[in-house]
């Protein structure tokens, strides 16, 4: 494993916030960001509420919170596909301090290990608690020698992002059906070229 296990749920979590909460381009089609009352329904399809530890009450002002943070984090993604460090863990820092992120330990109850690290207080919000987590797991991904793992898919009108588990660290797309498309457009363009 890449990233320790709870980061790496973190990590997935911020992108499937990311991915579910900002709009732009997904697999070749415009997407528009779910607004307003479609918003609670989004963010729980992308954090079901079984994979969070906090309490779920998600109203429209935490909605509009969650969708904030989500195009913060998009913004790191950015950053890191276009080579700019600096300013990623600049947006990583105002995200970090935006949700009062702070570490601590956790009785976990029924679990294998009698404590659990969050990233968030013991009373903090959803949306604030989980912002917080996930800008956590950006910042240790950022500020760690895995930091090129984070990517925006490269396949044409798609501007969704990734965490690159691969054991090579060579993925470049969000999704098997990018990667295939993607493929599928340089198959046609050498056959129609003759080649």
Request: hydrophobic share 45%.
């Amino acid at each position: 494993m890449i990233f320790d296990s709870h980061v790496a749920v973190l990590l997935d979590h911020a992108v499937s916030l990311v991915n579910a909460l900002t709009g732009g381009e997904a697999r070749g089609r415009p997407y528009a960001a779910p607004r307003g009352a479609e918003l609670p329904a989004a963010i729980d399809a992308a954090v079901p509420p079984a994979a969070a530890s906090l309490p779920r009450t998600i109203d429209a002002a935490q909605a509009d919170y969650l969708a904030a943070a989500a195009q913060g984090m998009r913004e790191v993604f950015q950053a890191m596909q276009d080579g700019r460090p600096d300013d990623a863990a600049t947006t990583v820092n105002r995200l970090l301090r935006e949700s009062g992120a702070r570490p601590r330990l956790d009785r976990a109850e029924g679990e294998g290990t009698p404590w659990q690290l969050h990233f968030h207080g013991a009373n903090d919000s959803f949306a604030a608690g989980h912002s917080a987590s996930c800008a956590t797991a950006l910042a240790l991904a950022v500020g760690g020698s895995l930091a090129g793992r984070l990517g925006v898919c490269r396949a044409g009108r798609c501007d969704r992002v990734y965490v690159d588990t691969s054991r090579n660290a060579a993925r470049q797309f969000c999704s098997t059906a990018c990667q295939n498309r993607t493929k599928a457009a340089a198959f046609r363009a050498r056959k129609g070229a003759g080649g």
